[in-house]
């Protein structure tokens, strides 16, 4: 049912005009940003469907701070597709897009030993089309694509689906590896990971950082959210990885009533596991499959989850701890990253102004500050930062050598001296934002050489159009698997 709405009963400013999508027909149509009660509203009227309303932002200055953080983009070296249609219907990259892949995802496959409620990738016994696997010889083309556009691709993450049970899953994770990418990742749920450590080991040489679906530390949260309560599954996982010597990032997906308590608990158990690297919260968007029922004016955002986090470790890390991710567009992403030693932790921006460092990034007219530890900033907070990676720590390393560091730090293990935290806020058809949309720099990447913005991908009929063509394509190898039970 489209949202009544009376703008004149609303104590709102206009904060920009932009253009969003009817969440009810998938039309684009215009939208107002509104700064309202202290957050950020997107308002949009279908001519089919009515008004529309869904909170962007529950805090106002976050969101507005946000935007002085912008950094001009970098043009990939070659283009996929022309502008022919406009924004957001010739993805692309179309020549107006406005930043280059900084994360290439790669979906091998549309099967899950999964059946999450909440799927946004439709993925599992219960999708919708039959699915398909790409061959190995679809990954390595899409691969050379994209040595094509990027001169030295920094982040390609093996995905689906559930790109373990692939069965070539190995020889793509080879093929990644021999090709002058910077950092090969594995987006996974853990099952396979947790049921099969020769697996887990035959994976050590390709050393990929493992992206683990990870949403809380109870099983009443994983059966809400995946249907099964897999709390065991998860801590198996991460020791089968800790004993082949892999990291791993913890991914929870925070919905507002079932896991958003247990946001502090999962960060302290990820400081606490000798394979967790980082967390990357990602509230939940109402993209694919379930979650329909809800209320777009009561969803959580990013500050929300910056809040929580404050408030949940007793402010062993704070909202002031964290700076909104200038690649992309700002509001898309804020992260931090801290010193550990035991139970000690210091986030990095209490020990260095990493603040003017940005501003310096993105503004380019701040006073002289060093040109290394600029560099080495501007690779930390960028959405390629891969944490638990040799590069990243060398980063750390250079943006705060020359501080006093008050704790004592082993040289020799000085990568897991080193925690990240990110918040990922992903659009779906009620927050779409098409100015945030021509900034991003999280890229599909299609069988055809194309790169889709995830979020365009998600929700515009990308995802639907590829699985039709590869369905029905020779090369697919796809066969049908049933849910683990
Ligand atoms: S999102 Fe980017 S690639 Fe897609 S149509 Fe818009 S400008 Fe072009
Ligand atoms: S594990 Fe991921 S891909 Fe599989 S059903 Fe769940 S959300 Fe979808
Ligand atoms: S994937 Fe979506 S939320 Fe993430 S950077 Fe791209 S547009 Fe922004």
């Given at each position: 049912m489209p949202t009544p709405v009376n703008p004149l009963l609303s104590n709102q400013v206009l904060d920009e005009a932009t253009q969003s999508l009817c969440p009810e027909c998938r039309r684009v149509v215009d939208a107002q940003v509104l700064i309202r009660d202290g957050g950020v509203v997107m308002r949009k009227r279908c001519p089919e469907h009515g008004w529309h309303e869904s909170l962007v932002s529950s805090d106002a200055d976050w969101y507005l701070n946000s935007l002085r953080y912008d950094k001009p983009g970098a043009v990939p070296l070659d283009f996929a597709t022309a502008v022919e249609e406009g924004c957001p219907f010739d993805c692309g990259l179309c020549p107006s897009h406005q930043q280059h892949t900084c994360v290439g995802l790669i979906e091998i496959t549309t099967r899950c030993n999964l059946n999450c409620p909440i799927c946004f990738a439709d993925s599992g016994p219960a999708m919708s089309d039959p699915g398909y696997d790409l061959s190995l010889a679809d990954v390595e083309?899409?691969?050379?694509?994209?040595?094509?556009?990027?001169?030295h691709p920094?982040?390609?993450?093996?995905?689906?689906?559930?790109?373990?049970?692939?069965?070539q899953i190995l020889d793509i994770l080879a093929a990644a590896k021999a090709r002058n990418i910077r950092h090969v990742m594995l987006n996974t749920n853990g099952l396979r990971l947790a049921d099969d450590p020769e697996f887990v080991h035959q994976l050590a040489p390709y050393k990929p950082l493992i992206y683990l679906q990870f949403d809380g530390l109870v099983d009443s949260t994983h059966q809400a959210l995946r249907g099964r309560p897999l709390r065991a599954v998860k801590a198996q996982a991460l020791d089968h990885l800790s004993e082949a010597g892999l990291n791993a990032?913890?991914?929870?997906?925070?919905?507002?009533?079932?896991?958003?308590g247990e946001i502090g608990d999962i960060l302290r158990f990820g400081l606490s596991h000798p394979a967790v690297a980082g967390i990357n919260y990602q509230p939940v968007t109402f993209a694919g499959r379930g979650l329909n029922d809800h209320d777009p004016l009561n969803?959580?955002?990013?500050?929300?989850?910056?809040?929580?986090?404050?408030?949940?470790?007793d402010g062993l890390f704070q909202v002031s701890d964290f700076l909104p991710v200038p690649c992309p567009h700002p509001a898309c992403s804020a992260c931090t990253y801290a010193f550990i030693d035991g139970d000690e932790v210091i986030p990095i921006p209490r020990i260095l102004n990493v603040d003017d460092y940005l501003d310096l990034i993105a503004n380019r007219t701040s006073p002289d500050l060093s040109a290394e530890l600029e560099t080495g900033v501007e690779s930390l907070w960028s959405m390629a930062a891969v944490m638990g990676s040799d590069e990243t720590t060398d980063n750390l390393v250079c943006a705060t050598c020359g501080i006093d560091v008050p704790m004592s730090l082993d040289p020799e293990h000085l990568k897991e001296h080193f925690f990240a935290i990110q918040v990922h806020g992903f659009m779906d058809e009620y927050t779409f934002d098409v100015k945030r949309l021509m900034k991003c720099c999280v890229h599909q990447l299609l069988p055809d050489g194309r790169a889709v913005p995830f979020c365009a991908y998600n929700n515009l009929g990308y995802r639907e159009e590829v699985r039709e063509a590869q369905s029905t394509a020779e090369t697919s190898l796809f066969e049908p698997t049933e849910a683990l039970p």
């Amino acid at each position: 049912m489209p949202t009544p709405v009376n703008p004149l009963l609303s104590n709102q400013v206009l904060d920009e005009a932009t253009q969003s999508l009817c969440p009810e027909c998938r039309r684009v149509v215009d939208a107002q940003v509104l700064i309202r009660d202290g957050g950020v509203v997107m308002r949009k009227r279908c001519p089919e469907h009515g008004w529309h309303e869904s909170l962007v932002s529950s805090d106002a200055d976050w969101y507005l701070n946000s935007l002085r953080y912008d950094k001009p983009g970098a043009v990939p070296l070659d283009f996929a597709t022309a502008v022919e249609e406009g924004c957001p219907f010739d993805c692309g990259l179309c020549p107006s897009h406005q930043q280059h892949t900084c994360v290439g995802l790669i979906e091998i496959t549309t099967r899950c030993n999964l059946n999450c409620p909440i799927c946004f990738a439709d993925s599992g016994p219960a999708m919708s089309d039959p699915g398909y696997d790409l061959s190995l010889a679809d990954v390595e083309r899409i691969l050379d694509r994209l040595l094509e556009t990027e001169e030295h691709p920094e982040v390609v993450q093996i995905s689906g689906g559930e790109p373990t049970i692939h069965p070539q899953i190995l020889d793509i994770l080879a093929a990644a590896k021999a090709r002058n990418i910077r950092h090969v990742m594995l987006n996974t749920n853990g099952l396979r990971l947790a049921d099969d450590p020769e697996f887990v080991h035959q994976l050590a040489p390709y050393k990929p950082l493992i992206y683990l679906q990870f949403d809380g530390l109870v099983d009443s949260t994983h059966q809400a959210l995946r249907g099964r309560p897999l709390r065991a599954v998860k801590a198996q996982a991460l020791d089968h990885l800790s004993e082949a010597g892999l990291n791993a990032i913890l991914v929870p997906t925070v919905v507002h009533g079932v896991n958003d308590g247990e946001i502090g608990d999962i960060l302290r158990f990820g400081l606490s596991h000798p394979a967790v690297a980082g967390i990357n919260y990602q509230p939940v968007t109402f993209a694919g499959r379930g979650l329909n029922d809800h209320d777009p004016l009561n969803r959580i955002t990013l500050p929300d989850v910056l809040q929580a986090l404050e408030q949940q470790t007793d402010g062993l890390f704070q909202v002031s701890d964290f700076l909104p991710v200038p690649c992309p567009h700002p509001a898309c992403s804020a992260c931090t990253y801290a010193f550990i030693d035991g139970d000690e932790v210091i986030p990095i921006p209490r020990i260095l102004n990493v603040d003017d460092y940005l501003d310096l990034i993105a503004n380019r007219t701040s006073p002289d500050l060093s040109a290394e530890l600029e560099t080495g900033v501007e690779s930390l907070w960028s959405m390629a930062a891969v944490m638990g990676s040799d590069e990243t720590t060398d980063n750390l390393v250079c943006a705060t050598c020359g501080i006093d560091v008050p704790m004592s730090l082993d040289p020799e293990h000085l990568k897991e001296h080193f925690f990240a935290i990110q918040v990922h806020g992903f659009m779906d058809e009620y927050t779409f934002d098409v100015k945030r949309l021509m900034k991003c720099c999280v890229h599909q990447l299609l069988p055809d050489g194309r790169a889709v913005p995830f979020c365009a991908y998600n929700n515009l009929g990308y995802r639907e159009e590829v699985r039709e063509a590869q369905s029905t394509a020779e090369t697919s190898l796809f066969e049908p698997t049933e849910a683990l039970p």
